[in-house]
């Protein structure tokens, strides 16, 4: 799938003008971009805004029904561009926009840049094929502020939600039961894969030009749910309620909790790039955890310390090469920073899935 550049063109240049005016010139681009596997919307039909300081619109609807040109006077102005209205959650649906604000000078033609990238959260639930069987006639609830979205057991499309948290919950008609709350970035893809307990359930801008490129590089991440693996415990107190990666920047300072990823690397260091995703391994005090086995970026990772002792020799990559890409669920203390990454100390234990 190819992903294709829409360029509003304005050069620096002055321009005559009797009325001490500026214009605004843009075209399409050539450029075409690799990115995504989602079939991308019409760019001609995003809907663009120009909004002057006083919050007067000056142009509104489709892209491809716009002017060549528009003569404005000098000023500040906010230009947007959205791929699709986005108030309450659909299935399939993403939105894909950005805005900027640009300043128009007498006499001159204005530059901007507006690259566009997806501005909403994506849901996917996947069930257990026992799940049918295990509760027979219920549905999961994904609700958020701007409402919800039923998802059944077949249900296989993406629902889409404004960023924020979302809460799942489990009902048969008369009866509601709460499953997790999650947070939803821009950008994110998050797959949950919901599995039946074993043996059944009991139903518990500068220059160059203004353009317009759509950016679907997301953030796809993936965990496992196990329905009435809660108990009645809080978040992260149990390995069945363990944090994932992405929740752990949002609970630094809380102390013995559990939190669960994979195995992806060791050797780190403070550099950006600072984790070694593949082995052989030297350092045996630190290891590296993710949402998926497949992450190899620092910035996705969560940083585990590794003191002296029995953990550390059972869990080092240096001595344990095969530990690399397991599942884990660790006991620790959650630290803001540890390698300039979101961090878990002190371990007290831990379990191989």
Request: net charge negative.
């Amino acid at each position: 799938m190819t992903l294709m550049a829409l360029s509003l063109v304005a050069s620096c240049n002055k321009i005559p003008s009797d009325s001490g005016q500026g214009t605004l010139r843009w075209s399409l681009s050539p450029d075409v971009l690799t990115r995504s596997p989602l079939e991308l919307p019409d760019t001609d039909s995003f809907r663009l805004k120009v909004v002057n300081s006083a919050n007067v619109v000056l142009y509104e609807g489709r892209y491809g029904d716009s002017p060549e040109s528009m003569l404005v006077n000098p000023g500040t102005y906010t230009v947007s561009v959205v791929s699709r209205l986005f108030e309450t959650p659909e299935f399939d649906a993403p939105q894909f926009g950005d805005e900027q604000v640009v300043v128009v000078q007498a006499g001159s033609e204005t530059s901007a840049r507006l690259e566009c990238s997806q501005l909403n959260s994506g849901l996917r639930l996947r069930f257990d094929r026992d799940f049918g069987e295990t509760y027979p006639g219920r549905l999961l609830f994904v609700d958020s502020p701007e409402g919800g979205l039923s998802y059944s057991p077949s249900e296989s499309r993406t629902g889409f939600f404004k960023p924020g948290n979302v809460s799942i919950s489990m009902r048969d008609g008369t009866a509601t039961t709460p499953l997790l709350t999650r947070n939803l970035s821009a950008r994110e893809i998050l797959t949950i894969g919901i599995t039946c307990p074993s043996g059944g359930g009991q139903g518990t801008s500068q220059g160059g030009s203004l353009s317009i490129s759509v950016d679907t590089l997301r953030t796809w991440t993936e965990e496992e749910y196990q329905i009435g693996s809660q108990g009645q415990g809080e978040a992260g107190t149990t390995p069945g309620r363990a944090y994932g990666v992405s929740q752990v920047k949002d609970h630094a300072g809380e102390k013995g909790v559990w939190v669960v990823g994979y195995i992806v690397g060791g050797d780190l260091s403070s550099g950006q790039n600072g984790i070694k995703f593949e082995g052989p391994f030297e350092s045996l005090t630190n290891i590296a955890i993710a949402s998926r086995s497949s992450v190899s970026e620092k910035a996705s990772c969560v940083s585990v310390q590794l003191a002296k002792g029995s953990i550390r020799d059972e869990l080092n990559l240096v001595q344990n090469p095969g530990n690399l890409g397991r599942k884990i669920y660790l006991k620790g203390d959650i630290e803001a920073a540890y390698y300039s990454l979101p961090g878990l100390k002190n371990l007290t234990a831990y379990s191989f899935q």
